[in-house]
């Protein structure tokens, strides 16, 4: 990475500098994800996020992303991760918000059925999203700077708290962790 992109420390990490400048990846608001190429259709569920290989542009849901921006950060590096990770052609990468919105514990207690299977690539891409949004020695070092507070952890990262509190378990040592403060 070129350090006048991302020099590996500062925060939050400039995810759209780097889909753009190093991936050349064009992310792109759009308020009708079913307009997409080969989409399927609105009934099929909603996309948060797609990347069309073809042209090389990663389609986010406007509204999810001015409702929750930590949330339009996640979807755009998790589409980077299928880029990186499983693009071999040009045909387009679709990611319904079911698969990376709900944990599938609550999935699992809301429908009292077994926690449902989320495929191997939507993992490897959260994973990845996770890790570049969130690098783990930032995330240790910020967590000790704060004293563990998942709000200022969400402002340093700009990361949902569903996000930073799954990546805190990931890489926060057990015996490092602080204990939940009451609300």
């Excluded at 090389?56 to 921006?69: C, L, M, S, T, Y």
């Amino acid at each position: 990475m070129p350090e006048y992109i991302w020099d590996g420390e500062t925060l939050p990490v400039p995810v759209e500098d780097i889909v753009d400048s190093v991936y050349g990846l064009l992310v792109r608001d759009v308020d009708d994800m079913s307009a997409a190429p080969g989409a399927p259709p609105a009934s099929a569920g909603h996309l948060s996020g797609l990347l069309l290989t073809g042209p090389g542009e990663i389609w986010v849901d406007r509204a999810e992303g001015i409702k929750w921006p930590g949330r339009r950060r996640f979807t755009i590096s998790h589409e980077l991760g299928h880029h990186i990770l499983h693009s071999t052609g040009g045909q387009p990468l679709f990611c319904r918000g079911t698969v990376i919105d709900e944990a599938p514990e609550v999935l699992a207690a809301v429908t009292k059925k077994r926690k449902p299977k989320v495929p191997l690539i939507e993992t490897e891409a959260d994973i990845f999203a996770a890790s570049i949004l969130m690098p783990s020695h930032l995330m240790k070092t910020q967590y000790e700077r704060c004293d563990g507070e998942i709000e200022r952890l969400m402002k340093d990262f700009k990361c949902s708290q569903k996000a930073i509190t799954r990546r805190v378990l990931h890489v926060v040592p057990r015996d490092r962790r602080r204990p939940r403060r009451p609300a």
